[in-house]
């Protein structure tokens, strides 16, 4: 399902077309797709809310599937194994953000569905050590969430300093959220889930959130820690204001409109953290997925086949999917 041209997903903007296949040059595999994730990124990709890379493009970015063919010089994986293709394609390695720990602040790196095509066909290439092994105790549609919306949530859920056994309001309750809400209830932690839509709410109280409320909702008691999932700026005063002293919120999205003023004393006085997620490094990849197969996560997932990718984002657009979309390509 090809992009040519940026346009509102409500214009059902892929196209079905054939392309030469791909072939895996120095340290690539090619992976024959099975699934892929739908993900908001995909629909900031396509309406470019993020600045327009390249097209025409193949978008998607949590591709699960089998290893197809191998580039020279590849000695991780082996043609047969199942593999993971995420986000974060490629980083430089030797700027001082790679040399740090940071790679995903790397001004080099490149990205899967937006500088390299991605998984809405029936393959895909990926440098090797930008791949995932899969665990075997998830299925390909169960694996393709955690590959995006599993490790961005990971890393958010980090970055928001949660203490043990602490307290956490999600605001938005999608793809990511609804995989946070697994990892921290195995944790321990307390869960508030704030969001619209009464189905959303519904689906976090039966995975156990302690209490679902709508967006602007007070929850019951202020939390140590807070992640904002849903790209809209006002909710940021409102998570601020709900957080304990020193309290911490972190921005999940690649994307958010406008973040309005907000007054000193409620918002940020007292010590309040507010920080913001970018990406991810290939071990908050691996950690997540060791820690998602420890805990037997199971995102909840709604299937669609490749040719429909329009309608399932337009439903994603729409908050008429809950937990995670995946697209099958094959079999």
Request: hydrophobic share 45%.
């Amino acid at each position: 399902m090809l992009l040519r041209a940026n346009a509102p997903i409500h214009s059902r903007p892929l196209a079905e077309a054939e392309v030469a296949l791909p072939e895996p040059g120095a340290a690539e595999l090619r992976v024959r797709v099975h699934v892929c994730g739908i993900c908001r990124t995909d629909l900031h990709v396509i309406e470019a809310d993020l600045p327009p890379h390249r097209l025409p493009l193949v978008p998607g970015h949590q591709v699960v599937g089998i290893v197809d063919a191998i580039g020279a010089g590849v000695k991780r994986f082996k043609a047969g194994d199942r593999v993971g293709i995420a986000w974060l394609g490629s980083t430089c390695g030797g700027c001082a953000d790679c040399v740090r720990g940071a790679e995903n602040l790397c001004a080099a790196s490149r990205y899967t569905g937006y500088d390299l095509d991605g998984g809405y066909a029936e393959y895909a290439l990926v440098r090797a050590e930008f791949a995932y092994a899969i665990p075997a105790s998830f299925s390909d549609a169960e694996a393709a969430p955690l590959l995006c919306a599993g490790i961005i949530g990971y890393r958010a859920l980090r970055l928001a300093t949660v203490p043990p056994r602490g307290s956490l309001t999600l605001y938005g309750f999608g793809s990511s959220a609804h995989v946070v809400l697994q990892i921290a209830k195995h944790r321990g932690c307390t869960v508030f889930v704030a969001t619209r839509g009464e189905s959303h709410r519904e689906l976090a109280r039966r995975m156990g959130a302690d209490w679902a409320g709508d967006t602007f909702d007070t929850p019951p008691e202020a939390t140590d820690s807070a992640i904002v999932f849903a790209p809209a700026g006002e909710i940021v005063p409102a998570a601020l204001r709900n957080v304990r002293k020193a309290g911490t919120v972190a921005l999940a999205g690649i994307h958010m409109s406008r973040v309005p003023a907000m007054d000193y004393e409620p918002c940020l006085f007292h010590e309040k953290v507010l920080r913001s997620v970018e990406a991810n490094t290939r071990v908050d990849g691996s950690e997540l997925l060791a820690e998602a197969a420890e805990a037997a996560i199971r995102p909840r997932v709604t299937t669609f086949p490749l040719e429909e990718a329009n309608e399932a984002l337009v439903r994603l657009a729409d908050d008429r999917i809950d937990g995670s979309g995946v697209l099958v390509v094959a079999t």
